[in-house]
């Protein structure tokens, strides 16, 4: 891993993170960003060695000396990117990303892609409530899951590449599923959770609350600080799965709302009841791996 | 505060906490429990001087001798204790509460003691997924809210003595509010979230879940691993008002969900920014007297 050249394409908060982990590990990391003071910031603290702002004459050259490009960029930029800069790739170049979504993006940038590059798709599950390489910091993939999700056109080599790549940024865990999966999942445990805090969030504008709120409404409403541009993004490009898990959701609220007003004591223990033993099972098959890999 | 007498009516998460905090800052303070064993490892572990188990022919002279009888009990076994124990109280006792409902309990409770008596309801808001005086550590006490729900029966002097006691206790935050108020806040900010983490926990039971998930899902579900006893007491106790928040949730769900289905970008983005920017106010003010109080 370390001898491999990068460039970073999207110097946010993702694409900082990966280029601060990836020089720490000794690898020549460049990167190129729409900002010219994200480029300046990289430089100056060290998380790249060169680069340059997008529609600089030396982006070619960077893009055509890198073994590896890591896209950093939102899921509606993917495609264009790839059909205006694909023809500045080396031979032999790997492609990654750090998309939150990937049937709508996957298929479609590895049909664009030379036959000569390859595209091996990953989405590190990691993120702050802010935005912008000022704020990287790849300690965040500490606890964090990194999940590659190939297609049929991948190669073991992209995928073991992907592996390594997930170790040397740091992640606690490391799964391969399919693009099908990972969006199935996500839908669930990220995007619909998403939605439930903005949902909470937004349900009651009593401006008394905030003095008297506990820690439960806290931790459930961290996450409605949400960047709009990106997730609004994410959920449409997701809109099918996460509409499903939605009424999945809604209709257990109802389950919950029916055994209140129906008096039925014994269902609603019976769901709360259920509910703690899923939770309690999911914190310890959550915990065996990174136990594993503390040994 | 330091010269009073307690006696603590229910030794589990919160009574152990009280025991501790108190003991602590110079009071005598007694117990009284329903398992033998609390009452062993309080006395053991210092957080009472003296205790018995509830049946005891003692408890009538450990109530007899406090000033200060402060219940730790589940909202259903107010009124029946204080039915069965109400004339063990010394005159001019003052009775206090943990309970997280008011409107269901405080008038009963405050009807049935006698009038040389008198009740003052308080809601520290704090605890752990776990229960038992084993787990009492007045720490969950430092981050927290204390409330105080007063009727027109209270005086001024018993609600002093509250915000004495608050204050005693460690939290960071003390506040009076009438028991209507209480509840329709603690119906949102603390039932609907644990409604919603049961709902969002129960929604979906593929195994592989807990692989693959990111901080926000942890987040949102640890208030799922529920004490199905007391919260479907808590639940029962105030229904009117948390199936009221229930619906309004649900509707700002239903909101979501047509912007989804129907594609519309600029209405989703909007909720989305606008739950940002509620969060970070929220942030905000609920920092302030934080600061104030570590000047």
């Given at each position: 891993?370390?001898?491999?050249?990068?460039?970073?394409?999207?110097?946010?908060?993702?694409?900082?993170?990966?280029?601060?982990?990836?020089?720490?590990?000794?690898?020549?990391?460049?990167?190129?960003?729409?900002?010219?003071?994200?480029?300046?910031?990289?430089?100056?603290?060290?998380?790249?060695?060169?680069?340059?702002?997008?529609?600089?004459?030396?982006?070619?050259?960077?893009?055509?000396?890198?073994?590896?490009?890591?896209?950093?960029?939102?899921?509606?930029?993917?495609?264009?990117?790839?059909?205006?800069?694909?023809?500045?790739?080396?031979?032999?170049?790997?492609?990654?990303?750090?998309?939150?979504?990937?049937?709508?993006?996957?298929?479609?940038?590895?049909?664009?892609?030379?036959?000569?590059?390859?595209?091996?798709?990953?989405?590190?599950?990691?993120?702050?409530?802010?935005?912008?390489?000022?704020?990287?910091?790849?300690?965040?993939?500490?606890?964090?899951?990194?999940?590659?999700?190939?297609?049929?056109?991948?190669?073991?080599?992209?995928?073991?590449?992907?592996?390594?790549?997930?170790?040397?940024?740091?992640?606690?865990?490391?799964?391969?599923?399919?693009?099908?999966?990972?969006?199935?999942?996500?839908?669930?445990?990220?995007?619909?959770?998403?939605?439930?805090a903005v949902a909470l969030m937004n349900a009651n504008d009593d401006p008394a609350l905030p003095?008297t709120t506990?820690?439960?409404f806290?931790?459930l409403t961290?996450?409605a600080?949400?960047?709009?541009?990106?997730?609004?993004?994410?959920?449409?490009?997701?809109?099918?799965?996460?509409?499903?898990?939605?009424?999945?959701?809604?209709?257990?609220?109802?389950?919950?709302?029916?055994?209140?007003?129906?008096?039925?004591?014994?269902?609603?223990?019976?769901?709360?009841?259920?509910?703690?033993?899923?939770?309690?099972?999911?914190?310890?098959?959550?915990?065996?791996?990174?136990?594993?890999?503390?040994?």
């Amino acid at each position: 891993m370390e001898q491999r050249k990068f460039c970073i394409v999207g110097l946010g908060l993702l694409g900082g993170s990966y280029a601060m982990a990836l020089a720490r590990a000794g690898c020549r990391v460049t990167g190129i960003d729409v900002r010219a003071e994200a480029v300046r910031y990289a430089l100056e603290n060290g998380l790249i060695a060169d680069g340059a702002a997008a529609g600089d004459a030396r982006v070619p050259a960077l893009l055509g000396e890198a073994e590896v490009v890591v896209l950093g960029l939102y899921p509606g930029a993917m495609v264009p990117w790839v059909e205006t800069h694909g023809g500045f790739l080396a031979p032999g170049a790997l492609v990654t990303d750090v998309c939150g979504v990937k049937c709508a993006v996957v298929r479609r940038v590895q049909a664009l892609l030379r036959p000569d590059v390859e595209f091996i798709p990953c989405h590190p599950m990691a993120g702050r409530e802010v935005s912008g390489v000022e704020h990287a910091d790849c300690a965040m993939f500490r606890q964090a899951n990194f999940l590659i999700t190939p297609t049929e056109k991948n190669t073991a080599q992209a995928i073991a590449f992907a592996e390594e790549l997930g170790r040397t940024l740091g992640f606690a865990r490391i799964t391969v599923l399919s693009c099908e999966e990972h969006d199935r999942m996500i839908g669930y445990v990220s995007q619909l959770a998403h939605v439930i805090a903005v949902a909470l969030m937004n349900a009651n504008d009593d401006p008394a609350l905030p003095r008297t709120t506990g820690d439960s409404f806290r931790d459930l409403t961290r996450i409605a600080k949400i960047n709009e541009h990106l997730w609004s993004e994410l959920f449409f490009a997701n809109r099918d799965v996460l509409v499903g898990e939605i009424d999945q959701f809604c209709a257990e609220m109802g389950r919950l709302r029916a055994a209140l007003t129906g008096g039925d004591e014994a269902a609603l223990k019976e769901m709360l009841r259920r509910a703690a033993e899923r939770r309690r099972e999911f914190d310890r098959i959550e915990r065996a791996p990174l136990e594993e890999k503390r040994l």
